[in-house]
């Protein structure tokens, strides 16, 4: 198969350029700066749900620290593990629900914290073989592989995570303040300065847009008495990784839904790198990219495994980051390393992880939001190079309309049972399932007669005969 690839005229540095340390330093800034909320938010909420308390702390220390290796492997690409794309690794929201269902599976029996998180390890390090297994063909799947399916699902997951950096913008889920006038405006002024400096001429302030962005945010936060640093000092100075601290345990009941997730994930992973590919202006067909692809969703794996040993959840390539990409016109993976080293140390010395953590929702909220619907004209972008014959416009509209149902309507499938829901209920698994189900099932050919003739020349089927006009006119009503 040949190399398909589109290029990206707006990069400034490609996947194999060196950047001056400086710059790439100040490149990786901006992806820890896009990140980080989310690599720490799945340890604050699971810890929180599970009653998990003093655990917490260490819990977010190693979720950074495991990131920074995870990130590593990926972008540095140790023999086949790995993409060796600028891939940022970090803690999966994807597993949240699980991992959370395993948690109350022991707490419903009984466990304390510390024999919650051997089972919550446990399965974990278990499952992470599913992914390991799963991407040793995963590129033989060709319609998994094909750009109309992970075209859908990239859109859904830039469209389904705008929600997330809105509600940041607006103040974060739970906020007393939620959609105040302060908060519209810190947000707000934060996504246009970040528009306006992305329009600059000068290509060093340009690919500076979104870390300027969030320390203008900042220090008009600071401003407004929304900093409070005193929070920084009660941070312990050093976390030390401990395998397996606190055992490992199984139980087949927390088991199947973590499982599960990990197939999904590689679902999800598949689009991500595809998009970062797409966003590098590298092939998104062909030898290389499958290459990748197989190597980015062993990475996965073996991440995962590696987060189970040093007590922390399952990680997965952050969508965001593809975003950061397309605002800085950086895809060197040699920034990825500069990444790596960042989260390692935040995770090693807590105290330079507590400050970023002062960084108000709003002003998170409005770099996402924009680095989220980048995201999504990603893949848009790779819809671009589909033919919009009737019959992929049917599965393209069939999955977004779907996914995107079930994002705008999350309690659509309430009153089904879990296992359904576990399935359905995300709108990227949707998206996911629905585009791989149509375009195995559906001809080719399927339409043609709604089709032109040119429409159909890439995919290999016979031109549509096109009646003259006075055969048209002799057709009976």
Not at 78 to 88: I, K
Not at 397 to 426: E, H, K, W, Y
Not at 438 to 447: E, R
Request: hydrophobic letters at 50%.
């Amino acid at each position: 198969m040949s190399e398909v690839t589109q290029g990206n005229p707006d990069l400034l540095y490609g996947l194999h350029d060196r950047p001056a340390p400086a710059k790439a330093f100040l490149g990786a800034v901006q992806h820890v700066l896009a990140a980080f909320v989310g690599i720490i938010t799945p340890s604050l909420i699971i810890g929180g749900a599970l009653g998990l308390g003093e655990h917490i702390p260490y819990l977010i220390s190693m979720s950074l620290m495991v990131s920074g290796v995870a990130t590593f492997i990926q972008t540095r690409k140790v023999g086949p593990v790995g993409s060796g794309l600028m891939a940022l690794q970090g803690t999966s929201f994807g597993f949240l629900a699980a991992v959370l269902a395993a948690g109350f599976v022991v707490k419903n029996k009984g466990g304390g914290p510390e024999e919650i998180l051997s089972v919550i390890f446990g399965v974990s390090f278990f499952g992470a073989f599913v992914e390991i297994f799963l991407s040793q063909f995963i590129t033989k799947l060709k319609s998994l592989m094909s750009p109309i399916v992970t075209g859908c699902v990239i859109v859904t997951i830039g469209l389904s995570l705008t929600k997330t950096g809105l509600t940041d913008l607006a103040g974060g889920v739970g906020a007393e303040n939620f959609g105040s006038m302060e908060n519209l405006l810190l947000g707000g002024g934060v996504l246009i300065s970040v528009v306006l400096i992305s329009i600059v001429n000068n290509k060093v302030i340009r690919s500076s847009a979104i870390f300027i962005g969030l320390m203008l945010g900042l220090f008009a936060a600071m401003l407004m008495g929304r900093i409070d640093f005193s929070l920084v000092s009660e941070a312990p100075l050093l976390t030390v990784p401990i395998p397996f601290k606190y055992g490992l345990s199984f139980d087949w009941q927390a088991f199947i839904p973590i499982a599960f997730m990990y197939i999904i994930t590689s679902i999800e992973t598949s689009g991500d790198l595809t998009a970062t590919s797409m966003i590098s202006g590298e092939p998104i067909q062909g030898p290389v990219y499958e290459k990748r692809i197989k190597g980015g969703v062993l990475g996965d794996g073996v991440n995962s495994w590696i987060a189970a040993v040093f007590n922390t959840f399952p990680v997965t390539t952050f969508s965001q980051n593809n975003g950061v990409i397309q605002m800085t016109g950086i895809a060197s993976r040699y920034v990825g390393f500069y990444v790596a080293a960042i989260l390692f140390t935040m995770g090693l010395f807590p105290i330079l992880g507590a400050i970023f953590t002062q960084l108000p929702k709003p002003v998170v909220g409005g770099v996402t939001l924009l680095m989220f619907a980048t995201v999504a004209t990603a893949g848009i972008r790779i819809l671009s190079t589909v033919n919009f014959t009737h019959r992929n416009i049917l599965i393209i509209a069939t999955s977004l309309g779907l996914s995107m149902g079930i994002a705008f309507v999350p309690d659509v499938f309430a009153q089904t049972p879990q296992l359904f829901r576990n399935i359905f209920g995300s709108a990227v698994t949707m998206s996911g399932i629905v585009a791989i189900t149509l375009d195995m099932i559906l001809p080719k050919n399927y339409g043609v007669e709604f089709d032109t003739s040119d429409q159909h020349i890439e995919d290999g089927l016979k031109p549509v005969r096109v009646l003259p006009k006075s055969e048209v006119e002799g057709q009976p009503l």
